[in-house]
């Protein structure tokens, strides 16, 4: 199975990582979950490339993006993937595919950027009242969020993120 290899795009501060296959309209946007990247998507992406245009990223601080000096919210998050759907001529309408947290931010999204969303396609995403539902998810996302970027850096050795690819195509 070939690999789609992440591009990335200099926003001025920070240069974003994106997967980018197929052709057409509406454009397909996929929003990755917690720890996750655009490279997770990968299966379902050629999949749907077969009839449009399919966009996954890394976000900032996760896999081949850099880090933000901003703060992590919703809005921010949301005006970085705005700007690189720009640099990298992704024409609207989009449609957003959004698993788990990636939920959070495609729902930011679709309200912060309406005139631009048809679409918007929720697999098993996270609520906003999650943090009261789960005493302890602040805990546990912390744990989650420091073993997701120790993979994330270790699949950037080649060696071992050919090796981890071949695993997960299996």
């Known amino acids: 199975m070939t690999i789609i290899q992440p591009k990335r795009f200099n926003l001025g501060d920070i240069a974003l990582a994106s997967y980018i296959v197929g052709e057409g309209s509406p454009t397909i946007v996929l929003e990755p979950g917690l720890g996750a990247t655009g490279y997770h998507w990968?299966?379902?992406q050629k999949a749907l490339a077969q009839h449009t245009t399919v966009f996954a990223y890394d976000?900032?601080?996760?896999?081949?993006?850099?880090?933000?000096?901003?703060?992590?919210?919703?809005l921010q998050v949301n005006e970085e993937l705005h700007r690189l759907?720009?640099?990298?001529?992704?024409?609207?309408?989009?449609?957003l595919v959004a698993h788990s947290?990636?939920?959070l931010i495609a729902?930011?999204?679709?309200k912060q950027y309406a005139e631009k969303v048809v679409g918007l396609v929720l697999v098993d995403t996270s609520s906003e009242h999650q943090y009261d539902i789960i005493p302890q998810f602040h805990r546990l996302l912390k744990i989650q969020n420091i073993s997701m970027k120790s993979t994330s850096w270790m699949a950037k050795w080649k060696t071992l993120g050919r090796y981890l690819a071949k695993l997960s195509m299996k």
Do not use: C, N
Request: a positive charge; zero cysteines.
């Open 59 to 74: 976000r900032a601080g996760q896999g081949y993006s850099d880090r933000s000096p901003q703060k992590r919210t919703p």
């Open 107 to 110: 729902r930011h999204f679709a």
């Open 85 to 95: 759907l720009e640099m990298a001529g992704m024409q609207p309408p989009y449609i």
């Open 42 to 44: 990968q299966l379902v």
């Open 101 to 103: 947290f990636g939920g």
